[in-house]
C-alpha cells in the first residue's frame, strides 16, 4: 500500500528558504503512470495547488512560480519542495500527493498526512 | 480567487440526500474531482473522472456534470459525511495547471 510522508522544519523566519521532503514507501517514485504534486491549506482555509512533476518535468501555481523548486530523488525515492523568501502568507499545511494527469482529468489519489509550516519572526 | 466556484456550506438531514456544487470555466471540457477532508485530517478523494469511486468509497457518493456545473450528491447522507468537501480539474487554459474549489463545508443535521 503506497504510503506519502512530509518531513521539514515547522518554524521557519521570514526570507527564509522553506524546505520540504517527502518519502514514499509502498511503491516506486519513478513510475511513468503517476506524477508527484504538493499542496498546501493555510490555517482555516481551502485547498491550494503548489506544484507538480513528472520525471524532469514540473509545473508550479502561477501565484508562487518564481519562488517554487520541486524535484525528485528516485535514489531515495523522495519528493521535495523548495520555497524560497517565504512570508507569514507562506503558513499552512503542505501535503504531497500522488497525482494522476490525462488529458480529461487530474486527480490525487494518495496523500500524505501533511505537515504544517509556520512562518514568523 | 478561486476559479473553481463552491457554495461555502450546506446542510442536509440524516438519511437525505444533498447536492454539492462546483462552477467554472474549466469544467465545459474536463472532469472533475472531489475530495472529503475531516478536521484534521489529510483530504480524501472521493470521486474522479466526473463520475468514478475509488475503492473503498461507499455507493452513496456519487459524481456528474452538466455544462460549467459538476455536482458530488451523497444520496442518503451519514452524520460521518460531515466534513468540508473540494473539487478540482484541469485549468482551463488547458496548460498542466490544476484549480481548486474553495471548499464547501458540509453539515448532517
Known amino acids: 500500500q503506497l504510503q506519502l510522508q512530509e518531513s521539514g522544519p515547522g518554524l521557519l523566519r521570514p526570507s527564509e528558504t522553506l524546505s520540504l521532503t517527502c518519502t514514499v514507501s509502498?511503491?516506486?517514485?519513478?513510475?511513468?503512470?503517476?506524477?508527484w504534486a504538493w499542496i498546501r491549506q493555510p490555517p482555516g482555509k481551502g485547498l491550494e495547488w503548489v506544484g507538480t512533476?513528472?520525471?524532469?518535468?514540473?509545473y508550479s501555481n502561477p501565484s508562487l512560480k518564481s519562488r517554487v523548486t520541486i524535484s525528485v530523488d528516485t535514489s531515495m525515492n523522495q519528493l521535495s519542495l523548495k520555497l524560497s523568501s517565504v512570508t507569514a502568507a507562506d503558513s499552512a499545511v503542505y501535503y504531497c500527493a500522488r497525482q494522476f494527469m490525462d488529458y480529461y482529468c487530474y486527480y490525487m489519489d494518495v496523500w500524505g498526512k501533511g505537515t504544517t509550516v509556520i512562518v514568523s519572526s | 480567487s478561486s476559479e473553481l466556484t463552491q457554495d461555502p456550506a450546506v446542510s442536509v438531514a440524516l438519511g437525505q440526500t444533498v447536492r454539492i456544487t462546483c462552477q467554472g470555466d474549466s469544467l465545459r471540457s474536463y472532469y472533475a474531482s472531489w475530495y472529503q477532508q475531516k478536521p484534521g485530517q489529510a483530504p480524501v478523494l472521493v470521486i474522479y473522472?466526473?463520475?468514478k469511486r475509488p475503492s473503498g468509497i461507499p455507493d452513496r457518493f456519487s459524481g456528474s456534470r452538466s455544462g460549467n456545473t459538476a455536482s458530488l450528491t451523497i444520496t442518503g447522507a451519514q452524520a460521518e459525511d460531515e466534513a468540508d468537501y473540494y473539487c478540482?480539474?484541469?485549468?482551463?487554459?488547458?496548460?498542466?495547471?490544476?484549480?481548486f474549489g474553495g471548499g464547501t463545508r458540509l453539515a448532517v443535521l
Open positions: 512533476i513528472h520525471y524532469s518535468d514540473t
Open positions: 478540482n480539474s484541469r485549468h482551463s487554459s488547458g496548460n498542466s495547471h490544476v484549480i
Open positions: 473522472d466526473k463520475d
Open positions: 509502498g511503491g516506486s517514485i519513478s513510475s511513468s503512470r503517476y506524477y
